[in-house]
């Protein structure tokens, strides 16, 4: 359970931190190049949604970010679980 | 990639025994025959073909065969990140260009000679000094790459300038010492060196216990992501925006922390 708990968990946080990050950085640049209203979707899941009215921004981080989030996790313990069986003990450690 | 000019020494942390080669690193001892023992008794950074000579004499045998069989050899320590090779300046390049002109069409890439550097895990902040210190060439040859390839990749779509570029590359440059600087400051306490393998960057230590091993696993794409947040957080100040996009140069570095990366598997037990 444990090897599939870990890769989920890790590949959740990593997606999700990077998601909501670029939404972020996103929302920063559309307020500060005066872009106006701004929404990226995938269809009807919205990632991130900015609106601008009289010099006041505001972003709204849609529910495709936590959807992608958990994507992410799913498929990087899909991807633990098929590695698991090629793996070999190593001797020494390298990161 | 090693020619009989190009200068050999032992790298800090692998010594000359009476049992063979030590390799306080991973803790392992290479054993050695009497010519091997040779070259690596005169590994004291004199070049190749001066070893071959030593060689040749020692065990009457031809300069040509010596210096075939020294230089294979040498490479074969090189690649097991035993031994340091030092070309000329300019030498590296010429030949890593020569190769790959020659190579290329074979679909085979030149392999640049290895390179080991000494990290004192004694504390964490010199653990970190001494891999900022180590990484100092590769992380500007990074930042320079990287703010050349994003001016270029600019200018192509019609956004030209330096400012973004430069604040990638330097994000870039950063991310990697942080991300190293972290796993070092990890290991306190334990034995370890920065290996350089053409364009990988990694630390080599002995196997630690598994939680152990995990935190040193996730230390360096967090640290790189945390560096990333500081920077996303002060892009949100007046006239800082630009920050914004090159935060998430270091920001990416916690996709490592996937099976994708090296240290994801690490983190996972599958390495």
Do not use: K, Q
């Amino acid at each position: 359970m444990r090897a599939l708990v870990t890769p989920f968990l890790l590949g959740t946080a990593a997606v999700a931190v990077l998601a909501y990050a670029a939404a972020l950085a996103l929302a920063i640049a559309a307020a500060a190049g005066d872009w106006g209203a701004l929404n990226v979707a995938v269809g009807p899941v919205v990632l991130v949604a900015v609106e601008r009215s009289a010099g006041e921004t505001s972003t709204t981080f849609g529910s495709g970010l936590a959807l992608a989030a958990l994507a992410g996790g799913a498929v990087n313990a899909g991807a633990a679980a098929l590695l698991r069986g090629r793996t070999r003990g190593r001797s020494d450690g390298v990161h | 990639m090693i020619d009989a000019r190009d200068r050999v020494c032992l790298p800090a942390g692998v010594r000359l025994t009476a049992a063979g080669l030590h390799d306080e690193v991973r803790g392992e001892t290479l054993e050695l025959n009497d010519t091997g023992r040779l070259v690596v008794t005169c590994a004291d950074g004199r070049p190749l073909g001066e070893i071959a000579e030593l060689t040749a004499a020692h065990f009457r045998v031809p300069g040509d065969v010596a210096l075939a069989d020294v230089g294979v050899f040498c490479l074969a320590l090189n690649e097991r990140f035993l031994l340091n090779v030092e070309s000329r300046p300019g030498a590296a390049l010429l030949r890593l260009l020569s190769s790959l002109a020659r190579g290329l069409p074979l679909g085979a890439l030149p392999a640049p000679p290895r390179r080991r550097a000494r990290i004192n895990t004694a504390r964490a902040s010199a653990a970190v000094a001494s891999t900022a210190a180590a990484l100092a060439w590769r992380a500007l040859a990074v930042g320079a790459l990287a703010t050349v390839s994003a001016a270029a990749l600019l200018a192509g779509v019609g956004a030209p300038g330096l400012g973004l570029p430069v604040l990638l590359g330097a994000g870039a440059a950063l991310a990697l010492v942080v991300h190293e600087g972290a796993h070092a400051a990890a290991l306190r306490g334990v034995p370890c060196c920065l290996c350089l393998a053409g364009t990988a960057v990694f630390l080599l230590h002995r196997r630690l216990p598994g939680r152990r091993r995990g935190l040193v696993a996730v230390a360096g794409p967090l640290a790189a992501a945390a560096a990333g947040l500081v920077a996303l957080a002060a892009a949100a100040a007046p006239g800082l925006a630009a920050l914004g996009p090159a935060a998430l140069v270091p920001l990416s570095h916690v996709l490592a922390l996937t099976v994708a990366g090296r240290d994801g598997r690490a983190a996972c037990g599958l390495s």
